[in-house]
């Protein structure tokens, strides 16, 4: 059973980049059936697909989001990560990592808890 | 890519059925059968119940169900319970590796 744990600072200044972290345990990171996702909750909103990574390399972003997000594997630590550089308040949000199958599976299986992330100076 | 529209909210008794609609575009819901739908407890992550359009993860009750007309996919609860007061989200795949969710609806059973 996959398992997801996202952590990383729950306060960042506006203007700063804003670094999370997913680590990833039931399954390799380095393994080409899964998308590694991120995906974020503004308080009291819906949900806002970021981006995903594939096999290490490929990545796919939200086109609002594309100019600022990076996704990146760390494969000697199973866990994969987020940067969103210059951060506003509109950041503000509960940051969740979550896998997605491969191939031809279009639906978010396995989420971590989530972790919130304020802007805030 | 703009968020898929769902009513803020609905409602049921307990044992009545609710229906949760999701419009999107045809570039999105319309063009592929990849219409998820999650359940979100307070406080909890999204759960996954549909996807596919139809399809149930195991362990997820038959009293959901999934299906879709043109550019709006809708989710069933029958028989409703206690438990199944929660919001829910849809989300569709739109092309290019890229997925849009919906503005959420939450379910209040009465």
């Known amino acids: 059973q996959l398992q997801l744990q996202e952590s990383g600072p729950g306060l960042v200044k506006p203007s700063q980049t804003l670094s999370l972290t997913c680590a990833v345990s039931?399954?390799?990171?380095?393994?080409?059936?899964?998308?590694w996702s991120w995906i974020r909750q503004h308080p009291g909103k819906g949900l806002e697909w970021i981006g995903h990574?594939?096999?290490?390399?490929?990545?796919y972003y939200n086109p609002s989001l594309r100019s600022r997000a990076t996704i990146s594997v760390d494969s000697s630590r199973d866990q994969f990560s987020l940067e969103l550089t210059s951060v506003t308040a509109a950041d503000t949000a509960v940051y969740y990592c979550?896998?997605?199958?491969?191939?031809?599976?279009?639906?978010?299986?396995?989420w971590g808890q989530g972790t919130q992330v304020t802007v805030s100076a | 890519q703009s968020a898929l529209t769902q009513p803020p909210s609905a409602s049921g008794s307990p044992g009545q059925s609710v229906t949760i609609s999701c419009t999107g575009t045809?570039?999105?819901?319309?063009?592929?059968?990849?219409v998820s739908w999650y359940q979100q407890h307070p406080d909890q992550a999204p759960k996954l119940i549909i996807y596919?359009?139809?399809k149930r993860p195991s362990g997820v009750p038959d009293r959901f169900s999934g299906s879709k007309s043109g550019n709006t996919a809708s989710l069933t609860v029958s028989g409703l319970q206690a438990e199944d007061e929660a919001d829910y989200y849809c989300?569709?795949?739109?092309?290019?590796?890229?997925?849009?969710f919906g503005t959420g609806t939450k379910v209040a059973v009465l």
């Open positions: 039931g399954a390799s990171i380095r393994s080409d059936t899964y998308y």
């Open positions: 990574i594939f096999n290490s390399g490929s990545t």
């Open positions: 045809s570039g999105d819901v319309g063009e592929y059968d990849y």
């Open positions: 596919e359009v139809t």
């Open positions: 989300s569709s795949y739109a092309g290019t590796n890229t997925f849009v």
């Open positions: 979550a896998s997605r199958g491969f191939p031809y599976k279009y639906y978010f299986d396995f």
